[in-house]
Each structure stands twice: as C-alpha cells, then as structure tokens.
Nanobody
Framework: QVQLVESGGGLVQAGGSLRLSCAASISIFSINGVGWYRQAPGKQRELVAAITSGGTTNYADSVKGRFTVSRDNAKNTVYLQMNNLKPEDAAVYYC???????????????WGQGTQVTVSS
C-alpha cells in the first residue's frame, strides 16, 4: 500500500526556517502534481504551495517570498522550504499528490498524514 509521508516539521522560533519533505513510502514510478496544504486548529485546510510535474509553482499570497516548493524527480520527493516563519504559519502541514505506482498504472491521488509546524513568538 502506497502512502505519502511528510517529514521535517517541528518547533521553531519566529524568523526561523524549516524544510518539509514529502515522499512515497515505497518505490513508485512517478509523482505528478503536488500540493502543500496546512490546517490550523479551528480553520479550514488551505493550499499553501503547489508544483507541477514540470516544475511550475504557485503560492498562497500569505507565503509568497518566504516559502519555496521544489522537487527532486530522481528521488520522487517534493520539498517545502519555509523561511522567516511567523506564528500564523503554525499548523499541520499536509502534502497531496498524484502518484503513479508503475509505468502501466494510472495516477491516483494521495494525502499524507501531516507534520506539525509550531512557531513560537
């Protein structure tokens, strides 16, 4: 069973940085488009950043200039570099991706289990 696994969350002071990673739990053929979402307590899940298979990116206005999404297709891993973190960035961060298990399979959509980001002021 394929799972998406996020890592890299933790506690950081305001102004600090974290890098989140998102990868499949087993070897897969490829990852298509990937979105990073976050959900703070009492709030709806929101899209923070996204990257296409070709590397085109887009960001929520609240993180533009501070967050960078990138991917390593050889490792089938997507990253979210978060700089100048603010207390309002604190949330559980999830990745969502279309994965293709084998050359012959179709793309299926998966969510990771989430990783907690806490920012102290």
């Amino acid at each position: 069973q394929v799972q998406l696994v996020e890592s890299g969350g933790g506690l950081v002071q305001a102004g600090g940085s974290l890098r989140l990673s998102c990868a499949a739990s087993i070897s897969i053929f490829s990852i298509n488009g990937v979105g990073w979402y976050r959900q703070a307590p009492g709030k709806q899940r929101e899209l923070v950043a996204a990257i296409t298979s070709g590397g085109t990116t887009n960001y929520a206005d609240s993180v533009k200039g501070r967050f960078t999404v990138s991917r390593d297709n050889a490792k089938n891993t997507v990253y979210l570099q978060m700089n100048n973190l603010k207390p309002e960035d604190a949330a559980v961060y999830y990745c969502n991706a279309d994965l293709k298990k084998t050359y012959y399979s179709s793309y299926d959509n998966y969510w990771g289990q989430g990783t907690q980001v806490t920012v102290s002021s």
